[in-house]
């Protein structure tokens, strides 16, 4: 049997996944993110790890494929960072570094991309080859997966989704620094924005008045048919649809696959994102499927042990 061992790098934790060939887990453990003297330890903490791992389930060294290690930063397809602020790194290589500290093989993606990676392989977009996967979380990240391939661009930004312009009359500022992102709309924080300034409109009667509103109980609302949470929906499903039928005008994806903290509000999400998508995207790039994420926290690691077995 051979071995690929699959590394999600987060702000707080490592999480670390053992593979066979076939993408099977066969352990999975997670270790602390120790972010002192800018994260200089946060590699030879993994290398350890892996070590460790290697000697206590009696793995031959020759076994082991390799490492693939998903990073919050962007990255170039040498396995590059331009700096990872999140981590206090700046810029180097960080597949270089790892692989001498592991001895093994090593390749390096972004942490959104990667997910995006292990979405195709094994998750919601298991059967395809081209997909773009868009997570609707606290923010909106992205990753764009042509042939199988990370689509990771000149300086490792591309499918940063969730900084498209989709509102260019919006008067509050994204996270970016912009103003009218997608993100200030499908983010959970998005869709509350759209919420409270819909039920500002005016006094029509809804559950979702009277109280501090999430994400969650938006979703609840529409599905229990409350008129002015259909309203919301529509207005999401309106700048999502719209929004990703740009995407799909450049890259003509297979699929989209959406995930994040947004997307566990299920299959009723995608019916209004679906609607207006195919009211308003080019008639070339209209039969898009669409798919909710199914790994979780998991597609990282997922994707990081994809990365080296291609
Ligand atoms: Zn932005």
């Keep these: 049997m051979k071995y690929i061992f699959g590394v999600d790098l ?20 997670e270790i602390k993110t ?6 200089a330890q946060i590699l030879p903490d993994i290398a350890a790890s892996i070590k460790a791992k290697v000697s206590e389930k009696n793995i031959n060294k020759d076994d082991v494929i390799g490492v693939g290690i998903g990073v919050p930063g962007p990255i170039d397809d040498n396995g590059n960072i331009f700096g990872a602020s999140n981590l206090g790194w700046g810029t180097f290589n960080v597949s270089e570094t790892l692989s001498n500290l592991t001895g093994f093989k090593v390749k390096t993606g972004n942490d959104a991309n990667v997910a995006a990676l292990g ?8 059967g395809y080859k081209s997909i773009v996967m868009v997570t609707l979380g606290t923010g909106v990240g992205g990753g764009v997966i042509i042939d199988e391939k990370i ?40 869709v509350v924005r759209l919420a409270n300034r819909r039920l500002a409109k005016d006094d029509k009667a809804s559950s979702l008045r009277g109280k501090d509103i ?3 109980d938006v979703w609840d609302a529409v599905k229990a048919g409350d008129e002015v949470a259909l309203e919301i929906a529509e207005e999401f499903g309106l ?72």
């Design 34 to 39: 120790v972010k002192d003297n800018n994260g």
């Design 119 to 126: 979405e195709m392989w094994m998750g919601g977009g298991k």
């Design 214 to 216: 999430s994400c969650k």
């Design 239 to 310: 700048i999502l649809g719209n929004g990703l039928g740009v995407i799909a005008c450049v890259v003509n994806p297979e699929a989209f696959v959406i995930g994040g903290g947004v997307s566990k509000a299920g299959e009723i999400l995608l019916d209004y994102i679906v609607k207006n998508f195919k009211e308003t995207t080019f008639r070339g790039c209209k039969e898009t499927d669409f798919k909710l994420a199914t790994l979780g926290n998991d597609a990282g690691i997922y994707g990081a042990a994809k990365l080296v077995i291609d």
């Design 10 to 29: 987060g702000g707080t934790t490592v999480k670390m996944g053992l593979f066979n060939e076939s993408g099977e887990v066969l352990d999975k453990w």
């Design 151 to 190: 689509v990771a661009g000149a300086k490792g930004a591309g499918g940063e989704i969730g900084h498209i312009l989709v509102n260019p009359h919006e008067t509050e500022t994204c996270g970016c620094g912009k103003k009218g992102c997608l993100e200030q709309y499908g983010s959970a924080t998005g």
